[in-house]
């Protein structure tokens, strides 16, 4: 078994939050680790935990995790959505698709098993995960019992302490699903879009109370500080079409959030804020600068969002567009959604089809926002492909295995590995080939025109 993290932990009692070492002055092995992967300072990275502004989830009882860090301050990550449903996959497939995650890069996993064995599942995925597993413990909580009605605090806080003495790095909780924000749904389209956020609704009309997550906060919390759970507030009223975007039941249950957040914080507690899943492009921006202002710079984790309604089959795309654009703009971790969102359960070519769709996402993100060495591999790809160096296209690619298909339907041939040529323009249309004609031949007729011609003196540097 990879234990990974298993002498950092040992010994650690009390309230083990990394937010809560950061406030001491400590910085541990999980902060040396992220600043490394990030190129920081380690003491930046104990400061923006101990800020809020950035967490690392880390369960300690999840010694195979390699940490990663989730804020602005460090590159945007992904998050890819794994999981069974009542209708179908089971242990062997759930694990096939965390294998495929980490293959294509995911940076965390959720497990959003709605189906049989979900603490089966969870406990093997933890096991064969270096990655954070997140989970939404209201559907395990739902699943035991044969009616949301028969849902009791006590047994939703003891489905949450099972979770984290499991390992599960961070949970989705709806607490700001609250009574005062329930009447501001009904001029939506989709009204409640959020499994978790509908199921605490119906949960408080059956039984005439208020959201018991809200009321027991503090018991979630006493949770969250002896395994070091991180806290993913969920949106539970998310905006579900571009019609329900931005709306006031949108920004009442974030205000609700952000005012918990500060709960959390007081108690060491690192959290995060889920963000929203339809919005237009023209919003998108707006949405993450009211997350900062009304959530006190928590890191924002969004799903998506698309920014259209009419993607089906493509909603990937969709989501990757907005994401883009919301990881430019602050958000500091993108939900991954696959083509089969709206329409069924992903398989494993799904899985594959989000990560790459999210990896391009939050790259083109991290180059815009300027991250260090953020650009240094699409650099070192252009060198690559005016040097006709095939393999190491591929190598540099974001999936490697599909680039060097594309190339091989046309050019299978190991020797077409090194032409300098591709199928789209064969050898006499190559512009990269011409190029280096044309380059030639102008500095050959430079220096013999203009007597003090140097190529370094050329309008393009060449």
Known sequence: ???????????????????????????????????????????????????????????????????????????????????????????????????????????????????????????????????????????????????????????????????????????????????????????????IVSRGGALMAQWMLYHEQENPLFTHFDRLLEICTRYDVTLSLGDGLRPGCLHDASDAAQFAELRVLGALTKRAWEQDVQVMIEGPGHVPLDQIEMNMEQERLLCHEAPFYVLGPLVTDIAAGYDHIASAIGGAVAAWKGASMLCYVTPKEHLGLPNAEDVRNGIIAYKIAAHAADIARQRPGARERDDEMSRARYGFDWNRQFSLALDPERARAYHDETLPNEAHKSAEFCSMCGPRFCAYKLSRDVTTRYQGVAARLVPDFCPESAPDGS
């Open 1 to 191: 078994m990879n234990t990974f993290r298993s002498a950092w932990i040992q010994g650690r009692t009390g309230n083990v939050t990394q937010m809560h070492y950061a406030r001491q002055g400590v910085i541990t092995e999980e902060m040396r680790h992220c600043a490394m992967e990030e190129r920081l300072d380690p003491e930046l990275v104990g400061a923006e935990v101990a800020r809020g502004r950035m967490v690392i989830p880390a369960n300690i009882r999840h010694p195979e995790l390699h940490p990663l860090a989730i804020g602005i301050a460090a590159r945007c990550k992904i998050n890819a959505n794994i999981g069974n449903s009542p209708l179908s996959s089971g242990l062997d497939e759930e694990l096939h698709k965390l294998q495929l995650a980490i293959r294509y890069g995911a940076d965390t996993v959720m497990d959003l098993s709605t189906g049989r064995q979900i603490p089966e599942i969870r406990q093997a995925l933890l096991r064969n995960a270096p990655l954070p597993l997140g989970t939404v413990p209201i559907y395990e909580a739902v699943e035991r019992v044969s009616d949301v009605r028969q849902l009791t605090a006590d047994f939703i806080l003891q489905v949450i302490e099972e979770q984290a003495q499991q390992g599960v790095d961070y949970m989705t909780v709806h607490c700001g699903v609250v009574w005062d924000v329930l009447p501001l749904i009904e001029s939506r389209i989709t009204k």
